[in-house]
């Protein structure tokens, strides 16, 4: 008996030392996680960048994406809602090669050849199917594209076809537009400019749609403190991002991930605004398939986040075989979802993001055992920790107890 005692005993300060281990090394991801907002029910959003200036094909395709979307409804009678990250201008070819490609000129939204475009958008935003979000005047900094312009054939040709080119088509590091990449690795861009550009686009989106923005995407998430302090002056609200900042490009072209470390949903920065995070994806042009939606859900339910779906606008445009594929992948994953989650919320993000900055009760969890849940779930995405506990066994009986109420948690939802 002593000797079982005594091996009860040790057991007991080894599961306690591991278990102060832990709490101290992993302490600021658990503070995370725990003030990161949990949901009560799965919500789905599919944010598609990269619409706006540039050919005028997109027109009917985006009325065909309205249709699709036009069919479902969730269970409050919305119908899912696509972001459309709007690209407000594009280069004037034909004024650029007038002047040699010394000088650079751009035709934004408010061009006559874009008028029917614009409506297009705000018919989908009027029937609840669209939201739109800053994206960018210009997907690319215009200094930048003209510099490699003058040593690349490809992007002259670019050039002289715009703005019936696609931004797609474009070098991907050229395609950020926040840092100067003309030459890699790319170097930050003079804090004056970034002030001018940044007031420039958010002016010239509330001209052309008639309200300010108040979500944010940078082109290839890749932006820097100077650029979100400058958005938040501006008077947007909240931003997209993947879940870190990526500040520049490496010598290989590569987004370069800045000091700021890991963002949550809810996060509010230094500059006051508000981070949202999309960090899945649905490219039905690149292979991704509706039942990964259903998979993306159900993972997202389990950490008590959202699923906030990328899809670019490459998925629906160009070659008709791969956009009509597209536009039966997206009504399938709808179909599944609805299938699986009968609960599921249609929302925009702008709509979310404003329940979660009011910690809106009808849609934020506030139940202390169903959070602690959740950020068990949330910290056992850390493969270290996850191993660790496991290993010194303080994971055991947790995961166990946890197993069962996530289970629970997860019913719930459905």
């Known amino acids: 008996m002593a000797l079982m005692l005594a091996v009860l005993a040790v057991l007991a300060a080894w599961l306690l030392f591991a278990s102060l281990v832990l709490a101290v090394i992993y302490r600021q991801a658990a503070r995370r996680f725990w003030r990161e907002p949990v949901l009560k029910r799965p919500v789905l959003i599919f944010e598609s960048d990269d619409w706006g200036a540039g050919p005028v094909e997109q027109i009917e395709r985006l ?34 090669e007038t002047e040699n490609f010394s000088k650079y000129h ?15 958008m705000q018919a989908g935003v009027a029937r609840g199917v669209f939201s739109l979000q800053l994206h960018g005047m210009e997907h690319y900094w215009p200094e930048t594209l003209l510099a490699v312009s003058r040593d690349s054939e490809s992007v002259r040709t670019w050039l002289k076809r715009s703005p019936e080119s696609w931004t797609e088509d474009l070098p991907s590091h050229i395609q950020s ?3 100067d990449s003309a030459v890699l690795p790319s170097r930050p861009l003079p804090a004056l400019a970034i002030q001018t550009a940044v007031r420039a686009e958010v002016r010239r989106f509330t001209e052309i749609f008639g309200g300010a923005p108040r979500v944010v995407v940078p082109p290839t998430f890749v932006w820097n403190a100077q650029v979100e302090q400058t958005w ?43 981070y949202l995070v999309r960090d899945v994806y649905f490219e039905p042009a690149q292979g991704h398939r509706p039942e990964k939606v259903v998979e993306q859900i159900e993972c997202a339910v389990r950490l008590g986040r959202p699923t906030l779906l990328e899809t670019h606008r490459s998925n629906f445009v160009r070659d008709e075989l791969v956009a009509a594929d597209s536009l039966i992948a997206l009504s399938k994953a709808i179909e599944l979802a609805l299938r699986d989650y009968p609960q599921i919320l249609f929302l925009s993000t702008v709509a979310l993001a404003d329940k979660i900055e009011v910690n809106d009760r009808s849609l934020i969890e506030q139940d202390i055992g169903a959070r602690l849940v959740v950020c068990w779930a949330r910290l056992s995405t850390i493969s270290r920790l996850r191993k660790f506990a496991l290993l010194s066994g303080v994971g055991l009986l947790v995961w166990g107890v946890f197993r069962l109420l996530n289970l629970i948690h997860l019913e719930k939802a459905k």
């Open 63 to 96: 009325e065909q994406i309205t249709a699709c979307l036009c069919v479902h409804r969730d269970s409050a009678g919305n119908s899912p809602v696509m972001t459309l990250g709007v690209v407000l201008a594009i280069a004037d070819g034909v004024k650029i």
């Open 177 to 179: 537009r926040w840092c």
């Open 106 to 120: 751009a035709l934004d939204l408010s061009a006559p050849q874009f008028h029917a475009l614009v409506q297009t």
């Open 232 to 274: 938040a002056e501006a008077g947007v609200k909240y931003l997209v991002t993947p879940g870190r900042r990526y500040e520049s490009r490496s010598v290989a072209g590569r987004p370069v991930a800045g000091s700021g470390g890991s963002m949550s949903n809810g996060d509010v920065a230094p500059s006051g605004i508000i």
